[in-house]
């Protein structure tokens, strides 16, 4: 059982505006899951700056009173891939829709990839290998 959970959204090359298709996936995908599942569900959708160059999204999903049960994941993949296959366009026109039909729509998180130089085994390791007076 978990909080939450982390998917990425993947997108295909060549879109005009990635953070829209993001934003528009990331969405549909979870209200439609929310009424699925018939239960609140709370959401986030976020553009990662990568470490160098390159970015990637992701679609963070919780409940806001309960823990999640790991079938979640797996359906909200399905609905994430079945929306992946319509058109930019199609993509766009459905949001609008739904948006009319009142969505509730969460705007675009961006935020900085942030690295954590301690899950570097060999520097760590030779850190501690030093500290201990161990020669590699």
Known sequence: MSRGIELGI??????????AVA????????????SVR??????????????????????????PQRLIDLGLREELKRILERLSTLSEAE??????????????????TETKEQVDYWLDKDWVLGWVGDMAGIVR
């Open 23 to 34: 934003t528009a996936l990331g969405n549909l995908a979870a209200s439609e899951l929310q």
């Open 10 to 19: 993947g997108l295909r090359e060549g879109l005009s505006d990635e953070n």
């Open 91 to 108: 993509l766009q026109s459905k949001f609008q829709e739904a948006k009319r039909m009142g969505l509730r729509t969460i705007p675009l």
């Open 38 to 63: 018939k239960e609140p569900l709370e959401w986030k959708i976020v553009r990662v700056e990568e470490v160098g160059e390159g970015h990637h999204f992701a679609l963070l999903v919780r409940h």
